[in-house]
Nanobody, 115 residues
Framework: QVHLVESGGGLVQPGGSLKLTCVAS????????MGWYRQAPGKQRELVAA???????DYADSVKGRFTISGDTTKNTAYLQMNSLKPEDTAVYYC?????????WGQGTQVTVSS
């Protein structure tokens, strides 16, 4: 079993920044993918950013150049640095980890971008 805990969400003005953190615990294996997804009210959950064990990263077109995903394998932690935030970035952000064909989710952290 894998347990993911997100933190760092909150209320921020347009143009501001936030950094989300996801800490993984439990039965962790070296080969894994981790990513951040978000879900806005009335919309489907969508990929925001992800990185693979091979070191590749992937970003949604809407966040390219503004968001940066990173990880610290020694701490089993993933980060999402979000800059130049827009109202349309408002959503619940979820951390995801995939290993051995299984997918695990955190409980989510709310990000609200509003003046």
């Amino acid at each position: 079993q894998v347990h993911l805990v997100e933190s760092g969400g909150g209320l921020v003005q347009p143009g501001g920044s936030l950094k989300l953190t996801c800490v993984a615990s439990g039965i962790l294996f070296g080969i894994y993918d981790m990513g951040w997804y978000r879900q806005a009210p009335g919309k489907q959950r969508e990929l925001v950013a992800a990185f693979t064990n091979a070191g590749t990263t992937d970003y949604a077109d809407s966040v390219k150049g503004r968001f940066t995903i990173s990880g610290d394998t020694t701490k089993n932690t993933a980060y999402l640095q979000m800059n130049s935030l827009k109202p349309e970035d408002t959503a619940v952000y979820y951390c995801n980890r995939k290993q051995f064909g299984l997918s695990y989710w955190g409980q989510g952290t709310q990000v609200t971008v509003s003046s």
